[in-house]
Nanobody
Framework: VQLQASGGGLVQAGGSLRLSCAVS?????VGWFRQAPGKEREFVAA????????YYADSVKGRFTISRDNAKNTIYLQMNSLKPEDTAVYYC?????????????????WGQGTLVTVSS
């Protein structure tokens, strides 16, 4: 399984960005995580590849939406109402089993990350 994240950039607070994660290979779940400078990697959102159940961190609920396009093998993270504290490198990751959606250790494959910078 390989993942390729893209779509990061610089945006003003209150703005929007859409991240994409191109996935090759079969996966059960795909998640987005982020890591800000000097902080630990944290869960953002996840989606089940079939069925489409979604999971969100409380900090992004209502602002971010994760979705999938199975025809394109791509997972999207639509980020609205961005805040400076959303600034981080965002990683997409894939896991082969159900459960543990919020925990990085349950994801087996990771993409290279894309930087999101939100200016105040």
């Amino acid at each position: 399984v390989q993942l390729q994240a893209s779509g990061g950039g610089l945006v003003q607070a209150g703005g929007s960005l859409r991240l994409s994660c191109a996935v090759s290979g079969r996966t059960f779940k795909v998640g987005w995580f982020r890591q800000a400078p000097g902080k630990e990697r944290e869960f953002v959102a996840a989606i089940v590849s079939t069925g489409g159940s979604t999971y969100y961190a409380d900090s992004v609920k209502g602002r971010f939406t994760i979705s999938r396009d199975n025809a394109k093998n791509t997972i999207y993270l639509q980020m609205n109402s961005l805040k400076p504290e959303d600034t981080a490198v965002y990683y997409c990751a894939a896991g082969s089993y159900s459960g543990g959606y919020y925990y990085a250790r349950t994801y087996d494959y990771w993409g290279q990350g894309t930087l999101v910078t939100v200016s105040s």
